[in-house]
């Protein structure tokens, strides 16, 4: 069993850069097993993919809204991923997910095992 929980989120003003922190653990977590991402859902809209960071290679992915101002990263000695948010746009706001998947696909929320609680994020205009 993993655990993930995610920290971070706040009220932001646009233009603002935030950190997202995503903490997992569990007896079988390693990061060489699980494609680790990140995905949101803004009100009324459906969860989206945001971010992931590949088991297999360690590349990175990106939603092509967020590309150039989001950037995921992990942290194998803390068992730790995070989501830097920069140029907050008022769009960006949702409730933003952390994931792991021990399937190997990238963009496919079906693929995700273990998910966390969300943090929720709020850009003003």
């Known amino acids: 069993q993993v655990q993930l929980v995610e920290s971070g989120g706040r009220l932001v003003q646009a233009g603002d850069s935030l950190r997202l922190s995503c903490a997992a653990s569990?007896?079988?977590?390693?990061?060489?097993?699980?494609?680790m991402g990140w995905f949101r859902q803004a009100p009324g809209k459906e969860r989206e993919f945001v971010a992931a960071?590949?088991?297999?290679?360690?590349?990175?992915f990106y939603e092509d809204s967020v590309k150039g101002r989001f950037a995921i990263s992990p942290d194998h000695a803390k068992n730790m991923v995070y989501l830097q948010l920069n140029s907050l746009k008022p769009e960006d706001t949702a409730v933003y997910y952390c994931?792991?998947?021990?399937?190997?696909?990238?963009?496919?929320?079906?693929?995700?095992?273990?998910w966390g609680q969300g943090t929720q994020v709020t850009v003003s205009s």
């Open positions: 994931a792991a998947s021990s399937r190997g696909s990238i963009y496919s929320q079906s693929a995700y095992n273990y």
């Open positions: 569990g007896r079988t977590f390693t990061f060489n097993y699980y494609t």
């Open positions: 960071i590949s088991r297999a290679s360690g590349s990175t």
